[in-house]
C-alpha cells in the first residue's frame, strides 16, 4: 500500500531528503555505513533510539556534535550510561537518528521514522535516500537503513518506495587485508628466526 502525499508533501519530503542526504555528507557519512550500521536486535535498536531522542535535548552536547561533526564518546557515555564501547559501536547509527530528530528541518522524515509499518512480507518499504544502478536505498518506519532491488517502477529520490531487502555483505577493507598479510609475514619471519636460532 502505497503513503499518500500531496504534491505539496512530496516536494517537502525531498527537499528534507536532499538537506538530510547533505548533511550526512558533512558528518563523512555515507549510505552505505548507515546500512552497515543499523543494529538487528530490537532492544539495541530500541535503545540507540532512546540515546538519539534524549541527546537531542542535551544543549551542551548538540553544540559539541554540530561544531566537531561527531560524537563526543565521553560525554555521551557518561552521560546516557552507557559503555564507550557501545557508544562507539552505534556511532554513525546514533549520529543519523540525532540528525532527524534535531529539529524541525526534517518533520517529515521524524514523522515518518516513528510510523508503523503496514508492509508484510518479503517486501520492505521506505522513503528512497540512495538511488544506484541496481538497488534503492531507504530509511524504513523502524529507522533502518536498507538497500532494496527495484520493483515494477524506478525509485525518485525522497519518493515512498517497495522492494525487496537486499542483504549487501560489507566487502573487507583493503588496510586490513595488507595489515593482517603483514601480521602473517612477521609471525612466518619470527617463527623462522627461532627454529635457525635454536638449530
Given at each position: 500500500m502505497e503513503r499518500n502525499f500531496s504534491?505539496?508533501?512530496?516536494?517537502?519530503?525531498?527537499?528534507e531528503v536532499l538537506n538530510y542526504l547533505e548533511e550526512l555528507d558533512q558528518f563523512n557519512i555515507s549510505f552505505e555505513s548507515l546500512c552497515n550500521s543499523v543494529p538487528r536486535i530490537k532492544h539495541i535498536k530500541d535503545e540507540l533510539f532512546n540515546i538519539a531522542q534524549n541527546?537531542?535535548?542535551?544543549?551542551?552536547?548538540?553544540?559539541?556534535?554540530?561544531?566537531?561533526?561527531?560524537?563526543?564518546?565521553?560525554?555521551?557515555?557518561?552521560?546516557?550510561?552507557?559503555?564507550?564501547?557501545?557508544?562507539?559501536?552505534?556511532?554513525?547509527?546514533?549520529?543519523?537518528?540525532i540528525l532527524i530528530f534535531r529539529g524541525s528541518e526534517y518533520s517529515f522524515l521524524k514523522s515518518y521514522v516513528s510510523m508503523p509499518s503496514n508492509c508484510e512480507g518479503l517486501n520492505s518499504e521506505g522513503i528512497v535516500l540512495d538511488i544506484k544502478k541496481d538497488k534503492a536505498g531507504l530509511i524504513t518506519p523502524q529507522g533502518?537503513?536498507?538497500?532494496?532491488?527495484?520493483s515494477f517502477h524506478s525509485p525518485v529520490l525522497g519518493s515512498y518506495y517497495i522492494g525487496k531487502e537486499l542483504h549487501i555483505k560489507v566487502p573487507l577493507n583493503s588496510?586490513?587485508?595488507?595489515?593482517?598479510?603483514?601480521?602473517?609475514?612477521?609471525l612466518i619471519f619470527i617463527f623462522l628466526y627461532i627454529v635457525k636460532f635454536n638449530n
Open positions: 504534491l505539496k508533501d512530496n516536494i517537502t519530503l525531498k527537499k541527546s537531542v535535548n542535551d544543549k551542551e552536547l548538540m553544540k559539541i556534535i554540530m561544531v566537531k561533526k561527531s560524537i563526543p564518546l565521553k560525554y555521551l557515555s557518561h552521560k546516557k550510561k552507557h559503555r564507550k564501547r557501545f557508544i562507539k559501536q552505534w556511532r554513525i547509527y546514533i549520529l543519523a537518528l533502518s537503513f536498507i538497500y532494496v532491488s527495484p588496510f586490513r587485508i595488507f595489515f593482517t598479510a603483514v601480521k602473517l609475514l612477521f
